[in-house]
């Protein structure tokens, strides 16, 4: 079974741009969505297109701000600051990287925590592995959703996850073990990688090697979420870690790159816009 992200995330979106119609007449207003993109990276300007494409289509009032990368980290975090005043933003967020010259650890940290939609402030990251109010990163937070439409019982099962960032690795884990998994986090370290893929009923992979999870390290039956996002260094096309056409015959469930955990990310950043807006209106 292959979950397209794709198919799920226009059902998700559909539904919440039904909710969203309903908040001016509501509340007054729709929730606004504020992406700062610095430089020109074209990964990342296809990531902000995405993001603004999203808004438009849920409802989501988007304003993208760009800057040059010149910027100095002073100017963005006031003009942080001033966002984070501003009562019509509901949702900052900014593209990352960031050139050397910035700190993306100050900037994400400059973000207030309530308009923090990508889930990376310290205190929202704090407040998930204290399993308190919070708002969940997105990509994560988009793995289990999918998981659970596919059917997939997470409780109980032995996940093992490929990979340790702060913004996949680690919170995917987090969020597997809330769900009651047994979860294993390997990385670069590992010794005998494939000894501990093929222990996984569920296996997430993080790590931007395209292909780098082959048939012999999965076990038959797995449920297999690739995160990863590469160019295939001989077609130049986009893939995943994992070889999926070698391992989907094996799989239980697998998804796609393109078309699975990506588009499920940028529905999770609609969600997270909303979320926000409503808890400001103290609604939730
Ligand atoms: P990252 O910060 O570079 O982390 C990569 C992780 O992979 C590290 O923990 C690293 O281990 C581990 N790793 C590297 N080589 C390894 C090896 N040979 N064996 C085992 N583990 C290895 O990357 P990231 O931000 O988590 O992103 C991972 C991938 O997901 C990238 O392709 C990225 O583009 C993609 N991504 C996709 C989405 C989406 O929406 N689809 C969102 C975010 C990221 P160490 O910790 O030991 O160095």
Known sequence: MIISGKELSVKLKDEMKAQVATFPDKYGRVPHLVVILVGEDPGSVSYVTGKAKASEYVGIRNTTIRKPDTISEAELLSLIGELNADDSVDGILVQLPLPKHISEDNVIAAIAKEKDVDGFHPLNVAALWQKQDCVLPCTPKGIIKMLKVAGVEIKGKRA?????SNIVGLPVSKLLLDENATVTIAHSRTVD?????????????????????????????AVVIDVGVNRDPE????CGDVDFAAIEPKASVITPVPGGVGPMTITCLMENTIECFLRKHSIM
Do not use: C, H, Q
């Open 235 to 238: 077609t130049g096309k986009l």
């Open 160 to 164: 093992v996850v490929i990979g340790r």
């Open 193 to 221: 990688l494939p000894s501990v893929t093929r222990n996984a009923e569920i296996l997430v992979v993080a790590i931007g090697r395209p292909k780098f999870v082959t048939a012999d390290m999965v076990a038959e039956g």
